[in-house]
Antibody, heavy 122, light 110 residues
Framework: QVQLQESGPGLVKPWETLSLTCTVS??????????WDWIRQPPGKGLEWIGS???????YENPTLKSRVTMSADVSKNQFSLTLSSVTAADTAVYFC??????????????WGQGMLVTVSS | QSVLTQPPSASGTPGQRVSISCSGG????????VHWYRQLPGSAPKLLIY???QRPSGVPDRFSGSTADTSASLAISGLRSEDEAVYYC???????????FGGGTKLTVL
């Protein structure tokens, strides 16, 4: 199983853009067996899928966030990234990256990063 | 409110068998297979059951998954204190065209 590590600013101002990177080790993001996920969890609440990116750059986004989400994959760095624009306090959450093994519809989140708290505040 | 409905809480005593339900309300949700995750406080979720009833290596056979009609269930037998956690179901939702999680069930071992 691969290991994943999130990185990026832990504090973002309202209406600015949140940017996170997930570094993958122990495997290649260009593996055809995986999609790469972003999932978040507001403090004290449940899990919310943000979206999935394939190494080719194709993406699937949560329809409720789609207008603000951009995801990409950098095969040369074995990383994938998330940007979320126009953030508000409602976007304060622990952000997880994860490896989705299998297809986009039947795949499962096999490995998870430790998570990173991102706070939206001025 | 989550598309997948789970009871907010469940409980049992050591050694007991408990079951956690996940109701989708649509055949499309369950037909895409259901996965289960366990989250300990302050930790990332961990895969427990995938594709309805498959256990990843390292997950003991005390954990089992099943599906019926438009719902899925996670069963834990021989309950232990370390099983105290929040359990989430997840499945691809055709109508939403995305992955959805249940609201989570907090399991307490009495």
């Amino acid at each position: 199983q691969v290991q994943l590590q999130e990185s990026g600013p832990g504090l973002v101002k309202p209406w600015e853009t949140l940017s996170l990177t997930c570094t993958v080790s122990g495997g290649s993001i260009s593996s055809s067996s995986y999609y790469w996920d972003w999932i978040r969890q507001p403090p004290g609440k449940g899990l919310e899928w943000i979206g999935s990116v394939y190494y080719t750059g194709s993406t699937y986004e949560n329809p409720t966030l789609k207008s603000r989400v951009t995801m990409s994959a950098d095969v040369s760095k074995n990383q994938f990234s998330l940007t979320l624009s126009s953030v508000t306090a409602a976007d304060t959450a622990v952000y997880f990256c994860a490896s989705k093994r299998g297809g986009i519809m039947t795949g499962y989140e096999e490995s998870w990063g430790q998570g990173m708290l991102v706070t939206v505040s001025s | 409110q989550s598309v997948l409905t789970q009871p907010p809480s469940a409980s049992g005593t050591p050694g007991q068998r408990v079951s956690i339900s996940c109701s989708g309300g649509s055949p499309n949700i369950i037909s895409n297979t259901v996965h289960w995750y366990r989250q300990l406080p302050g930790s990332a979720p961990k895969l427990l059951i995938y594709r309805n009833n498959q256990r990843p290596s390292g997950v003991p056979d005390r954990f089992s998954g099943s599906t019926a009609d438009t719902s899925a269930s996670l069963a834990i037998s021989g309950l232990r204190s370390e099983d105290e956690a929040v359990y989430y179901c997840a499945s691809w939702h055709d109508m939403v065209s995305g992955l959805v999680f249940g609201g989570g069930t907090k399991l307490t071992v009495l």
